[in-house]
């Protein structure tokens, strides 16, 4: 979809669609407005009447109004005009895109840039646009050989800005909004790809196709490459499947040459089974998104890489399959960490810690400025947490709050959890350094507990995403989250959030 931004008045628009907002009681904006005058009185008339009672996120698509130049007029109700919140404008925002996309125009106009919540800026509205439009027309259909669903119409919008305002920073805006979405997208459809086609091999293909488009440097390590450097918890975990782990280092350097990266580490189990701790059946196809850490580092990448954002960024993904067989690690088993410490694997379903801690360790190596780390990790998570935030887990405040604001500001919200040493007494192992189960209780910390093991030489932060990365039931697909939080957060680092 392209987007611009343009100035220009509702009546005159030859498009497909021109989009404004109404008001609950009938009151219509400035745009709604004028276009009521061109049509005779039309669309007042239809609010009066009741067809369209402005509540935020309600819509009415006329046709063919008499006196407008556009073939169809989108009304979107913003709600009470003195009241409009954050959420009535996003409600707005989707219930249009949900509309247009649907609709068989291939271009619209909107008119709602100039109207929204008091506090908000020009930048923020054209996000909200941008993001909702393309989460709406994301399509992932590739596999649907009999009768596939027809694409979207919609390939042009322009975002109308009143001339007398700043139109740089809605510009900027637009641009980031787009790179934003893009990753985002990317980030859905790695999470969405069949775990036989998404495979260790796949993603580190990829990574290296990303590498080629954007210039960045990329290292693929083998398994022979892990052994030579001691990773042998990220091993244990492997060993059981046949297809060979990848862990997959992608470096993006648009910041000062001596300036420290930014690291962000993904988990990349591309199918989970819970290996010889074998998780029950039901539902088991919904494994094949435990890669979702890993798509939305590589999807936070693209957007950085296609921003041009002046900061160095590190990407680390270590990925394997987690199977049960003749070779895969069983409960007792003892491995030795790329760190020296040793870990007891109580549970072989617990294995996205035990690919992350030699990630982690290997993450010192880029000498990092802080290291975030992003997991589908526990199911106590999704207990805690449901699908509405994150867990984040910090062993530095400021760090902490930089991503919980980021999460705000994006809309792609993270709860901060406890890191307390207390937890730390549930991971004592009888045979070695630790276990890596904590036991029935505070799963999701006791899980980041281990991280921190691993994470002491730097400032870092976790982000455990088993709520949040993908939806199941009817609607079952990758959210593409986090990669709105983790490009907020990147673009504030570089100071250019619009
Ligand atoms: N990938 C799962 C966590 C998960 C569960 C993600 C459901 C998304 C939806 C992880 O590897 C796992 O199996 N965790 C176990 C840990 C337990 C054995 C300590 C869990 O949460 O049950
Ligand atoms: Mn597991
Ligand atoms: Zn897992």
Redesign the pocket.
Known sequence: MEFSIKSGSPDKQRVGCVVVGVFENGKLSASAESLDKAAGGGIAELCKRGDMDGKAGSVLLLQKLHGVSADRVLLVGLGKEREISEKSYRDACKAAAKSLVGSQSSEAVVFLIETGPKKSSLAWRVRQWVLALEECAYRFDDFKHKNPPTPPKLNQVVLIVDPKNEHKEVEIALQQAMAIAEGQSLTRTLGNLPGNICTPTYLAEQAQKMAETFELKCQILEEADMAELGMGSLLSVAKGSAQPPKLIALSYRGGAKKSKPVVLVGKG?TF?S?GISLKPGADMD??K??MCGAASVLGTMQAVARMALPINLTVIVPTCENMPSGRASKPGDIVTSMSGQTIEIL?T????RLILCDALTYAERFDPEVVIDVA?????C?VALGAVACGLFSNNDALAKSLLDAGTEAHDRAWHMPLWDDYQELLKSNFADMAN?GGRYA?SITAACFLARFTEKYTWAHLDI?GVSHKSGGEKGATGRPVPLLTHYLINKAGLLA
Not at 376 to 380: E, F, I, P, Q
């Open positions: 189990i989970d819970g919904e494994m998104f435990d549970n379903d617990a294995e996205g589908t990790l526990t199911g106590a999704i189960i799963g088993a």
